[in-house]
């Protein structure tokens, strides 16, 4: 099971990776605005993420085409033997994918809403495609049921292509996608706070250690 945080936000990130429970951290150009970043601070982010623990760090491409795309992964991949380079699940996005995985740059192909998306990924080599689970959900499409055709379809023809899963609108989403094989997940230190967020689980430590102060 491989757990990621969506964000740069360095004091959440910093914060949740310290658990050792997380493997690290994905960013997009999205992500990056909302924490107030921009790509020029891309280096910076790196540098924090690893030193808080990331065994991996993802960041993606910009640029229309595919030449363009390829030169700015592989200069994010020169950043260090940690990043995943992603790219946009577009014609451009999955030629550049397929041009930098036959390099043996690690590859994520993101906003991925469709199984055929996933067949592409597969045959470009991608190490990983991220699914957005909320979005596809928001469409009024069965988010679910997509996940499970792209995860069977990569089981069956024994693609390494990895699910990694974005988007995540809860806790209860993981269980049931991890139900049903897929082990890679990335979510908003919201989402992750939630895994600690259960009562019972809050008042058995009260109890524990009451038991203690008692019998101290
Ligand atoms: C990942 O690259 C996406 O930015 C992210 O998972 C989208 O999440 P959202 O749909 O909750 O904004």
New binding site residues.
């Given amino acids: 099971m491989h757990l990621y945080l ?1 964000t740069a936000d360095r004091a959440a990130a910093e914060d949740l990776l310290a658990t050792g429970l997380f493997a690290g951290v ?3 150009p ?2 990056l605005q909302r924490a107030v970043v921009g790509v020029a601070d891309i280096p910076d982010i790196y540098r924090w993420a690893t030193a808080a623990g990331a065994r991996e760090v993802f960041f ?1 491409a910009w640029g229309e085409d595919t030449a363009t795309l390829v030169k700015r992964g592989q200069e994010l991949r020169d950043l260090g033997d940690r990043v995943v380079v ?1 790219l946009v699940a577009s014609r451009a996005g999955s030629a550049a994918c397929a041009q930098l995985a036959a390099d043996g740059v690690p590859t994520l192909l ?2 991925v809403y469709d199984p055929a998306q996933a067949v592409v990924a597969a045959a470009a080599g991608a190490t990983y495609i ?1 699914p ?1 689970l ?2 596809l959900n ?1 469409a009024g499409r069965d988010g679910i049921g997509e996940i499970v055709a792209m995860r069977e379809l990569l089981a069956a023809t024994g693609s390494a292509t990895r699910i990694l899963l ?4 809860d806790t209860a989403a993981i269980v049931t996608l991890a139900r049903r094989g897929v082990d890679c997940f ?3 230190p919201a989402i992750a706070e939630q895994f600690f967020a259960d009562e019972l689980t809050a008042e058995a430590v009260q109890t524990f250690e009451q038991a203690v102060t008692a019998t101290s």
């Fill in positions: 969506d994905t960013t997009n999205t992500i993606q992603k993101t906003a991220a957005y909320r979005r928001a974005a988007s995540i609108p990335t979510m908003a």
